[in-house]
């Protein structure tokens, strides 16, 4: 539904895309365009006051669901949003009608928003509308008739075994910075985390001993999972040779990966330096920052591991999201087809 590039590729319908607005610096963006200005807008919207209703929805929604604080800021910014949209209608977030949600819609529609955002906000407008319902704000949800756009649903690029290891051999192991990289290259294929895990690593939550690492995950969600053998290698080199050198002053942070600021390392600095790496190792496949995860389930698939296994490793909580990974095993699925089915 979505039209992601009809904005050209700016910066400001990109981030919004990204879900990193309130990060975007908008000094520079040109204001020559429909699809821009709506986008500068939202960018102004983001920093107004918050709405009461909106801050005991958000309040509601991490006490009684733990959900994530980055899912949480998600839900805000819609939130913030939309009610900066309805004042310049002369109407307040709390008595919205179905009209004005679908036309703040088609306005993002228009100005390139992604069918897959648009499903996202209208998904908080629903969860918010029911929260003034049970709080006796409101009688009836404005949303209930509304449906969500459709969504496609995006296969994980495939990527060879020979690409992650032309990868991990990418970082300068002379420096405390490529020690540490590669440290996090490793520990995120290994074990399959996402970014936002891997980057609010304690040092409490990883037991070399065992090879294991206590996770927090979506929803607060607690896993522990195991760490294979060579990321538990370049771990100890890192603890030991590089981390000491990355901090500043007494050690006041205990996260596990620090910056150069000695501050726990964020998720858009890591993103850079791993685009830094795949430059040199000469990689052409498409990547992301969640690249290393998908690689860990499907090349656990592809040498034998079943999807269960995998969906624990994963942290999903319905089978249905890890089954996205099977497409890559085909091969293998065929070939076991063919050794086990009697007419095979």
Not at 46 to 59: K, R
Not at 91 to 116: M, T, W, Y
Not at 118 to 129: G, V
Not at 250 to 257: C, H, N, R, T, V
């Amino acid at each position: 539904m979505g039209q992601k590039g009809k904005c050209g590729g700016c910066q400001v319908g990109k981030a919004w895309e990204e879900e990193i607005v309130t990060d975007l610096d908008v000094t520079n963006v040109s204001k020559g365009t429909a699809c821009c200005a709506f986008f500068l807008f939202m960018k102004k919207s983001a920093v107004s006051t918050i709405d009461p209703d909106i801050e005991h929805f958000i309040d509601s929604l991490w006490s009684q669901k733990g959900l994530a604080e980055l899912t949480l800021k998600a839900y805000q910014q819609d939130l913030i949003q939309f009610s900066r949209w309805l004042k310049t209608q002369g109407r307040k977030l709390v008595d919205a009608d179905q009209s004005s949600i679908q036309s703040f819609l088609g306005e993002r529609f228009d100005s390139g928003s992604s069918a897959r955002s648009n499903a996202r906000l209208l998904s908080t407008l629903k969860q918010f509308y029911r929260h003034l319902i049970r709080s006796g704000e409101r009688q009836d949800n404005p949303t209930a008739l509304i449906s969500a756009p459709k969504v496609n649903r995006n296969l994980p690029q495939s990527i060879a075994e020979s690409d992650i290891e032309k990868l991990m051999d990418a970082p300068d192991l002379e420096s405390a910075y490529g020690l540490r990289d590669r440290c996090m290259l490793e520990l995120m294929y290994s074990s399959g985390l996402r970014v936002s895990e891997l980057v609010g690593l304690q040092m409490n939550q990883v037991n070399t001993n065992l090879g294991l690492v206590r996770l927090i995950g979506k929803g607060s969600k607690e896993r522990v999972i195991p760490v294979g053998e060579e990321a538990l290698y370049w771990l100890a080199q890192y603890v030991k040779q590089a981390r000491p050198g990355l901090q500043r002053g007494p050690a006041i942070d205990d996260a596990l990966f620090l910056s150069s600021r000695g501050s726990a390392i964020t998720r858009q600095a890591f993103w850079q330096n791993i685009k830094k790496h795949l430059l040199k190792a000469g990689v052409k496949t498409v990547f992301s920052p969640h690249s290393l995860r998908h690689a860990f389930a499907t090349h656990l698939l592809n040498h034998g591991a079943d999807l269960r296994t995998v969906q624990m490793l994963l942290g999903h909580s319905s089978l249905s999201t890890t089954q996205i990974y099977t497409h890559v095993a085909q091969s293998r699925l065929q070939s076991l087809h063919a050794r086990h089915h009697p007419r095979g």
